[in-house]
């Protein structure tokens, strides 16, 4: 089993910039394909960015050039810097993982972005 717990949402105004940050009870090195989704106001959980384990990043066209996930492998912990937050970006964001064949989500962080 592994836990994923999000954190570092909040409320900030259109144009700022907040870390979320998504801990594992586990070895990050053993979870594969990890990512951040989002669920917005009316619309279905979408997919934001992930990182594979070599590194490489892929981003959702929506928020290239704004947004750098990373993992920090020392701290188990994964990580998605959203600068110039704009506010279709409010939603609940999650960070999700595969582990031995099965995913597992955190519970999720509110991101609000204020006009």
């Known amino acids: 089993q592994v836990q994923l717990v999000e954190s570092g949402g909040g409320l900030v105004q259109a144009g700022g910039s907040l870390r979320l940050s998504c801990a594992a009870s586990k070895s990050i090195g053993a979870i594969r394909g990890m990512g951040w989704y989002r669920q917005t106001p009316g619309h279905q959980r979408e997919w934001v960015a992930s990182?594979?384990?070599?590194?490489?990043?892929n981003y959702a066209d929506f928020v290239k050039d704004r947004f750098h996930i990373y993992r920090d492998n020392a701290k188990d912990t994964l990580f998605l810097q959203m600068n110039n937050l704009e506010p279709d970006d409010t939603g609940v964001y999650f960070c999700?993982?595969?582990?031995?064949?099965?995913?597992?989500w955190g519970q999720g962080t509110q991101v609000t972005v204020a006009s």
């Open positions: 990182v594979v384990s070599g590194g490489a990043t």
């Open positions: 999700k993982g595969t582990f031995r064949s099965r995913e597992y």
